[in-house]
């Protein structure tokens, strides 16, 4: 069956370090692959998009990597901060649709 | 704002009554997308409009959800006969673009529906 995963644990992080968190995806070949932010009360945002032809991609002080052999998605916030605290989601294009994983919560602890 | 609007925020109904749920997309946003999302679940698909293309209803979960789109634009996600299951909050989202080439969803903040 088709599954993206994601930890469903929440990551605890100190401010400062970097965050990683993962997506794996089984039975998709996806074209692309996005990133969203969620706030508690609130829709997700996007934040990044990378292709299947690209390892990797930066905005600031997000990098995304995308390896289709692994079937893998890792998503890296450098120098985190409290502010950075929220649920992160992939997603991945499945027939002609867009289908989310089921997040994980970071915590960036001061 | 110029963002995607969605109306209730909040929705509390009895079990066995109708709802309906709307959505206000971006101007010019051809796509349109609802989704349903559960306490501490991810995103379920419901159904996706593209232009005049015929709807993917595919991720309805029984035959008392139907959505329409008017006009291309606004968006009515109808629930028939509510049940308790039903309860959790619904996404609308909107991009310029169908799914293929990867633009982005703008979504709404939700409606919470509650189903007592």
């Known amino acids: 069956s088709q599954k993206i995963e994601q930890n469903s644990e929440a990551l605890n992080i100190q401010e400062g370090k970097t965050a990683t968190l993962t997506c794996n995806y089984t039975?998709?070949?996806?074209?692309?692959l996005q990133w969203y932010r969620q706030d508690p009360g609130r829709g997700p945002v996007f934040l990044l998009l990378i292709r299947e032809n690209e390892k990797e991609k930066r905005k600031e002080r997000l990098k995304v990597t995308f390896d289709t052999t692994l079937k893998q998605s890792l998503f890296h916030i450098t120098a985190s901060q409290p502010a950075d605290s929220a649920t992160y989601l992939c997603?991945?294009?499945?027939?002609?649709?867009?289908?989310f994983g089921t997040g994980t919560r970071l915590l960036v602890s001061p | 704002g110029a963002g995607v609007s969605q109306s209730p925020s909040n929705k509390v109904t009895e079990k066995g009554k109708d709802v309906e749920l709307r959505c206000d997309p971006i101007s010019g946003h051809t796509a349109l997308y609802w989704y349903r999302q559960s306490l501490g679940q991810g995103l379920e698909f419901l159904i996706y409009?593209?232009?005049?293309?015929?709807?993917?209803k595919s991720g309805l979960p029984s035959d008392r959800f139907s959505a329409e789109r008017t006009g291309g634009s606004v968006s009515t996600l109808t629930i028939q006969r509510t049940q308790q299951e039903d309860s959790a909050v619904y996404l609308c989202a909107s991009s310029l673009v169908g799914a293929g080439p990867g633009s982005p969803l703008h979504f709404g903040n939700g409606t919470r529906l509650t189903v007592t």
């Open positions: 039975n998709y070949s996806p074209a692309y």
């Open positions: 409009f593209q232009g005049n293309s015929a709807p993917d």
């Open positions: 997603a991945l294009e499945g027939f002609q649709k867009l289908v």
